[in-house]
């Protein structure tokens, strides 16, 4: 069974910094996307970032140029750091990843962000 762990959330200022971080339990090259979400309370869960195998990215309009997604190969982790980061950011993130040979998504637990203004 595929074990997806997240990382890195926190309490921040408006205008503030983190990463998120979340480690696979298998090589990251099963996974065909690799994905970025999160929800607010009330809300319903959106996506905030995807890459996919080759290296695309994708973005939400609403974080476009302030968060940047990205992989590491060998430690089998993608990242989300998120800069400028505004009070409408605050969300329970979770990443997910996709297998599409199993029609199967691993999502991590969430973490929680929170920005202050």
């Known amino acids: 069974q595929v074990q997806v762990v997240e990382s890195g959330g926190g309490l921040v200022q408006a205008g503030g910094s983190l990463r998120l971080s979340c480690a696979a339990s298998t090589s990251i090259f099963s996974f065909d996307a690799m994905g970025w979400y999160r929800q607010a309370p009330g809300e319903q869960r959106e996506l905030v970032a995807t890459?996919?195998?080759?290296?695309?990215?994708n973005y939400a309009d609403s974080v476009k140029g302030r968060f940047t997604i990205s992989r590491d190969n060998i430690k089998n982790t993608v990242y989300l750091q998120m800069n400028s980061l505004k009070p409408e950011d605050t969300a329970v993130y979770y990443c997910?990843?996709?297998?599409?040979?199993?029609?199967?998504?691993?999502w991590g637990q969430g973490t929680q962000v929170t920005v202050s203004s």
């Open positions: 890459i996919i195998s080759v290296g695309t990215t």
């Open positions: 997910k990843f996709r297998q599409n040979w199993s029609r199967k998504d691993y």
